[in-house]
T-cell receptor
Framework: KNEVEQSPQNLTAQEGEFITINCSYS?????LHWLQQHPGGGIVSLFM???GKKKHGRLIATINIQEKHSSLHITASHPRDSAVYIC??????????FGTGTRLQVFP | AAGVIQSPRHLIKEKRETATLKCYPI?????VYWYQQGPGQDPQFLIS???????DKGSIPDRFSAQQFSDYHSELNMSSLELGDSALYFC???????????????FGEGSWLTVV
């Protein structure tokens, strides 16, 4: 069993839909990161959370430390949101433990 | 704003050759991380440096070595290249180590290495 699990693995949406990606982890963490990776490779850090909720534009990330669960929400989705979204956790080392990613496709 | 700069972006090498990848962190960032992402795989942590000293080590092959220089840039040296080394190599940087809560990590665009 992976230490960081994401669901769903693949997600298809119509433009304008509300999207939720879930992440569960089984290890102790100091922070949880939501990352975005576009085709061609580049990784962008969207959020770093250690508690509560953060919002940036149309993106909202929440974390429940007790339940070891985090969600990434995208409101009013757009085709440019199409990417792989990765949940990763950091603990007491420099290493990020990555989830397997959620491939999102938003169609016009 | 300046981001993490990696060079070269693309590199093709033959088996048994040597390759060097360079990473220039965001100005003032003192911590650098290297990750390897094979085709269709999750990024795997290789090694990290804080204030020019190795701070953590992951699944880095013995054929690979890395260091962080006085200007905080880092280089990943890969020798006796194998076909399986073909991957996207990410560098990332942060101000302070990630084990300290609140330090955000920033990734470079990656360097594509193809070994033929």
């Amino acid at each position: 069993k992976n230490e960081v699990e994401q669901s769903p693995q693949n997600l298809t949406a119509q433009e304008g839909e509300f999207i939720t990606i879930n992440c569960s982890y089984s290890v102790g963490i100091s922070a949880l990161h939501w990352l975005q990776q576009h085709p061609g490779g580049g990784i962008v850090s969207l959020f770093m959370l250690s508690s509560g909720k953060k919002k940036h534009g149309r993106l909202i990330a929440t974390i429940n430390i007790q339940e070891k669960h985090s969600s990434l929400h995208i409101t009013a989705s757009h085709p440019r949101d199409s990417a792989v979204y990765i949940c990763a956790v950091s603990g007491n080392t420099d290493k990020l433990i990555f989830g397997t990613g959620t491939r999102l496709q938003v169609f016009p | 704003a300046a981001g993490v700069i990696q060079s070269p972006r693309h590199l093709i090498k033959e088996k048994r050759e040597t390759a060097t990848l360079k990473c220039y962190p965001i100005p003032r960032h003192d911590t650098v991380y290297w990750y390897q992402q094979g085709p269709g795989q999750d990024p795997q942590f290789l090694i990290s440096f804080y204030e020019k000293m190795q701070s953590d080590k992951g699944s880095i092959p013995d054929r690979f070595s890395a260091q962080q220089f006085s200007d905080y840039h880092s280089e990943l040296n890969m020798s006796s290249l194998e076909l399986g080394d073909s991957a996207l190599y990410f560098c990332a940087s942060s101000l302070g180590r990630m084990i300290e809560v609140g330090n955000t990590i920033y990734f470079g665009e990656g360097s594509w290495l193809t070994v033929v």
